[in-house]
């Protein structure tokens, strides 16, 4: 949609006195935000709006500083999304108070793709920061975009995850479009427009203050089809993150922690009270919905054929013989693998040592061996 035709949009929006609940409740009163500029002062009034609020509408007293906005974005070179827009993100309409206007940077089409949100405290331990990159890697590398705050820790590192593998990732901003913070993150910034969208619902140069995080956070629970959080403490973001996505009706996914560290009481807490336990990706994808589920099954085949292709065309005759043995679902016995590749017990060891050091074959308990899913 043309910029201009935001106006009225952004003039409500910047209307003092309106968070995003009463002007989403105005809308679905009126019809579009034309309409109820032009509704009569009693009928703002019958709203039950503050006298300020409602003459504030009535004498269209923001339409200047939406005009003002508009030139910054312009200056910017991002765009508007309204309800009206098809690009805007469906899975947000679904929440009681979905941002009215939302500033985006990047490829807005990927907004109403799959997505999953991966969030946490912004202090991890070594396994959170471990866990964060692993799931941020392997569900982008399926398909998925990656949803986050772009914030010190686990977002970032999800975020960073999901990129390093060329996968998609959505930044969501707890302040204006043009403001980067934490400044440290400005390459993952630009990565992430690279290979996703950043979004806002603050105006330009809006910065951080703590209480739009709460905010920029019902975004992170309400557009993706759930969310993972990795680490976070008793009175976390990442808790409420969760429990929002809990009301919006989103999958919630805990990752197991340590119970003497403070950093676990959220996802342990969240799996207690029935959040889904995830150890890896595919703990999350078999909770997606099965068209969602189903298509990143095949995309994740082809991709894994193609992987398994270069890695047997880098191997030695006798490698790529035991290789072709093994299974990346079913662990096969050593003594499984001397019977059918019809070897001596000590070449075979020898080969499955060698395919260990090149990272695509790994040895389990009781000497089984599977491939690696690379």
């Given at each position: 949609?043309?910029?201009?035709?935001?106006?009225?949009?952004?003039?409500?929006?910047?209307?003092?006195?309106?968070?995003?609940?009463?002007?989403?409740?105005?809308?679905?009163?009126?019809?579009?935000?034309?309409?109820v500029f032009r509704a009569p002062l009693p009928r703002l009034e019958a709203c039950n709006l503050p006298a300020p609020v409602a003459q504030s509408i009535h004498r269209k007293q923001t339409f200047w500083r939406a005009e003002k906005e508009l030139d910054a974005v312009r200056r910017?070179?991002?765009?508007?999304?309204?309800?009206?827009?098809?690009?805007?993100?469906?899975?947000?309409?679904?929440i009681y108070d979905p941002p009215v206007v939302l500033y985006v940077r990047g490829d807005a089409g990927i907004l109403n793709g799959p997505n999953i949100g991966i969030v946490g405290t912004r202090r991890p331990t070594v396994y959170g920061q471990q866990m964060a990159e692993r799931l941020g890697r392997d569900l982008a590398a399926?398909?998925?975009?990656?949803?986050?705050g772009l914030a010190r820790g686990v977002d970032a590192i999800a975020h960073k995850g999901a990129t390093d593998v060329g996968g998609?990732?959505?930044?969501?901003?707890?302040?204006?479009?043009?403001?980067?913070?934490?400044?440290?993150?400005?390459?993952?910034?630009?990565?992430?427009?690279?290979?996703?969208?950043?979004?806002?619902?603050?105006?330009?140069?809006?910065?951080?203050?703590?209480?739009?995080?709460?905010?920029?956070?019902?975004?992170?629970?309400?557009?993706?089809?759930?969310?993972v959080i990795v680490e976070g403490k008793e009175h976390s973001g990442s808790l409420i993150t969760a429990r929002l996505a809990m009301e919006f009706g989103r999958e919630v996914f805990g990752v197991p922690g340590n119970a003497t560290q403070e950093v676990s009481f959220a996802p342990n807490l969240l799996i207690k009270q029935g959040a889904k336990l995830v150890t890896g990706a595919a703990d999350v994808i078999e909770e997606l919905p099965t068209p969602v589920r189903s298509a990143l099954v095949q995309a994740e085949a082809v991709e894994q054929a193609?992987?398994?292709?270069?890695?047997?065309?880098?191997?030695?005759?006798t490698e790529k013989k035991i290789y072709a043995l093994l299974s990346a679902e079913d662990p096969k016995p050593v003594d499984d693998i001397v019977e059918s590749s019809e070897l001596n017990s000590s070449e075979v060891l020898a080969t499955l040592f060698t395919l260990e050091m090149k990272g695509i074959v790994r040895q389990l308990p009781g000497k089984q061996f599977v491939k690696v899913l690379l």
């Open positions: 949609m043309e910029l201009e035709a935001s106006l009225p949009w952004l003039a409500l929006t910047l209307t003092p006195g309106i968070a995003a609940r009463l002007s989403a409740r105005l809308l679905r009163e009126f019809g579009s935000p034309d309409d910017i070179g991002c765009r508007m999304l309204n309800w009206t827009d098809a690009e805007y993100p469906q899975s947000l309409l679904q399926r398909g998925l975009g990656i949803v986050s998609r990732a959505i930044g969501v901003l707890g302040t204006g479009i043009d403001v980067c913070y934490p400044k440290e993150n400005r390459k993952l910034y630009e990565k992430v427009l690279e290979r996703g969208a950043i979004l806002s619902e603050f105006p330009t140069g809006w910065h951080p203050a703590p209480e739009n995080f709460p905010v920029r956070n019902r975004i992170i629970a309400g557009m993706p089809l759930g969310v193609q992987l398994n292709l270069l890695a047997e065309a880098e191997l030695s005759p």
